[in-house]
Structures are given as C-alpha cells and as structure tokens.
C-alpha cells in the first residue's frame, strides 16, 4: 500500500499513570476524516501489530482509533483483537438510527466504542448501551472545575477520557474527581516528585559498568562491579534468560550473561536500565516513551547506517530524555556520562550523524509538520517511517529490565 501520511501516537494514561493504549491516526492538520483514509489506517496497523500466530503485539493496550459511520462494517476491523480494539465516533453521529446499530452490533462483538466530544447533555444518558467510553474536551484554564462537572454528569458505566489533560497538576484533579484515562502531552513531562535529584545509588554503579564497558575492561572486572549490586545481577539473568533474548539455554553464572550477551548489547541494556532506576522524574508514561523514541531513532537509521551505528542512535535515543528521567539538566548528565562525539552532538544541537534521526523520532511523538521534511531529508519514504513507528511501539512492550 502506498503511503504519503504519516502515523501519530498519542498516550493514554489511567488515574494510576500507566499507559493503557494508545490512539493512532493519520497526519490531519485539519483535513475531514474519510472512511477510506481510517480503513486503510486499521489495514495498516493489523499487518505490523497482529503476528503470524494472530497475537496482539501491544498485549494488553488497547488501541484507539477514529471512527466515521461508513466504516464500522468494514472487513478491516476483523483483522484486530475486538477486546484491546476501541473506535472513537462523534457524538453527532448518535442521531443516526443506522449508525446506532451499527455500534450495538460492534459492542455486542466485543470492540469497544468511545463517543468523542461528549458535553454534560449526552453524559447525563445512559450512553452504556453503545459506547464504553467517553471523550471530554477541556477548554481554558479550569480543567479541574470542568472534570467536576462531567464526572457529576455521568450517569452509565461508561468510562470517561479527558483530553487535553497537560499538566500533572491537571491530571490529579481529573483523575480525584473519578475520569478514567487522559490524553495529553504529559509522555514528555517529569512527574514532579520529592527533592531528589540526579543519580542514585544503582544508578552511579550502573554509571561505572557503562564506562568500563565503553573501555572494553575485561569480564571479571565487570563481574567484580556487578557483584556490588545483588539486584542487577538478578535482572541481568533474569534479561538474558528471557524468551526475548533467546540464549537458548539457562545461563546462570555472570561471567556467561556478558560473555553471550556482548558489550554492544550489554550498554544497551545499562542505557535502559539506567532510566528506569530512576527514583526523581519517573512517570511510567515517560520511560515508556524514551524506549519507543531510542528504538524508533535506531530503526529509522538502519538502512541507511553501519550497523555498529545502531547502539549509537539508541543511546541517543534514550539519553534524549534521561534528563526528564534523573530530574538534571542535559549538560550535567552528559559531564556524568561519556558518550561519543557525534551522540553528544545529537543530544545539544539535532545535527551530526545522529541528530536527524532523532528529530524525526522526536516529530513523531508529536504530531509535527516537520515529520515529512525530517523523513524526505533521510530519504526514508512514509510507509518506512510508519512501519518503524509501529515496530518500536510493540518492541517497547517487550523490554524486560526488572
């Protein structure tokens, strides 16, 4: 299939700020929505997030995606699990007798539907026989006192998703007065949190194994560090004997872990486990994020780079928001930790060998007119830039660091 659009994510969050799915779409920039544009948006996602033995490879989040009447019969939507599938339709459409059967039949087979831009009036009814979700719009400045007036207006079961939800502050008093998922921009913003900033004590030993891997010290040496710290070794093991790594066989001494595993992928692993050690700035939705975007920066380049460039782009990847994770500004974090040159140039200025790709990793997350300007500069065509899109979303689901 041909493709000149490309895919937006946007995070949902429960009132616990796990992400529980993710809305997809195509690049609108107001353009009206046709039925043909969201079939082929379901097409698209079912061949890259459905796998060959039928298994939804975002497990257990669900997917949203927008909805026009002429679609909700289309073949399309038998190719996604029903369960983890819900279709946003505007509440306009509801005076459509057609179109309201149309719905039933769908809940009635197990797809979720969410009922978008839902005022007080359609909240007050009970809408639980043909949606199972609600969209509210915040507007202006009280989001707080406009929560309170929808979560007073709910009168079904339906579960409510307020949007845009785009500060902590404003996710507290929506997720106190009872709604149920959010959507905004907070997969980029610290979770404000006690005083603590900067490394912690696993982090500074993870720190340590990261430049004596970056100096390739001998194995023991590495074992004598890892040694220090009885978690990481339960969560080195634990990684490698994972069916994701695929060592084949139980690996129980440390020296076999780095021996099997290589220093390439073992500071992969120090990067991402650096981050999620964090105890400052952690929000769930953050960390999940930077392990999309240090995927999707490393995928992106793959054509196009040495293949030793890869763990490169994923450091850069990930380090791109490891100051939101440690709660410090960049430049500390990178006088902390050594990294290349050219990742280094792509942290401060975007430029460099690794720069670009991740400007366009970054633009993805952000519904940007400057993803399609980022994408022909690399030569990388839409539908590549979608299908590392979606790839590095499911492969995130997979990162088993402790």
């Known amino acids: 299939m041909h493709q000149t659009n490309f895919i937006v994510r946007e995070p949902l969050l429960d009132p616990k700020q796990k992400v529980i799915g993710y809305e997809l779409s195509w690049q ?13 948006l379901i097409t ?8 060959e033995d039928g298994d939804w490879l975002l497990r257990d989040k669900l997917l949203f995606i927008d909805a026009v009447a002429e679609m909700l019969s289309t073949d399309a939507l038998h190719a996604l699990p029903a369960a983890r599938t819900v279709l946003t339709i505007q509440g306009r459409e509801l005076g459509d007798r057609d179109t309201l059967a149309a719905m039933q039949a769908l809940r009635a087979g197990g797809v979720g539907i969410s009922i978008g831009g839902a005022d007080a009036n359609l909240l007050s009814k009970n809408l639980s026989r043909v949606a199972s979700y609600a969209e509210v719009r915040f507007t202006g400045i009280d989001v707080g006192a406009q929560a309170r007036a929808y979560a007073s207006a709910k009168a079904s079961a339906v579960r409510l998703v307020g949007r845009p939800v785009t500060t902590w502050q404003d996710f507290d008093a929506c997720a106190a007065l009872g709604l149920d998922a959010f959507v905004g921009k907070l997969h980029l913003t610290p979770r404000p949190g006690g ?15 990261m430049k004596m891997v970056q100096s390739n010290d001998d194995i023991p040496k590495l074992e004598a560090v890892l040694k220090r710290d009885p978690a990481l070794i339960y969560k ?7 069916a994701g790594f695929g060592a084949g066989r139980e690996v129980q001494s440390l020296r076999q872990a780095i021996t099997l595993m290589g220093y390439a992928p073992l500071y992969r692993w120090l990067t991402l486990l650096l981050a999620t050690a964090s105890t400052s700035g952690y929000s769930p939705v953050l960390m999940e994020t930077a392990v999309v975007r240090a995927r999707l920066c490393e995928l992106l380049g793959q054509k196009f780079l040495a293949r030793g460039e890869g763990e490169n782009l994923f450091v850069a990847g990930m380090f791109s928001l490891l100051d939101r994770l440690l709660g410090l500004p960049m430049k500390e974090v990178l006088d ?20 670009p790709y991740l400007a366009l990793a970054e633009a993805c997350e952000l519904n940007s ?12 065509t839409p539908e590549d830039v979608n299908k590392a899109h979606l790839s590095a979303l499911a492969w995130a689901q997979n990162v088993t660091t402790g």
């Open 28 to 40: 609108r920039f107001g353009q009206r929505v046709e039925a043909a544009h969201l079939e082929s």
């Open 336 to 355: 902390t930790v050594g990294l290349p040159d050219e990742v280094v140039r792509a942290l401060l200025t975007r430029e460099g060998m690794y720069g």
């Open 236 to 242: 080195l093991l634990r990684f490698i004997n994972s």
């Open 369 to 380: 007119n400057l993803v399609a300007s980022l994408a022909q500069s690399l030569g990388i």
């Open 195 to 209: 005083d603590v900033k900067g490394m912690n004590p696993a982090q500074t030993i993870i720190l340590q194994l």
């Open 44 to 51: 698209f996602v079912a061949a890259h997030m459905v796998d």
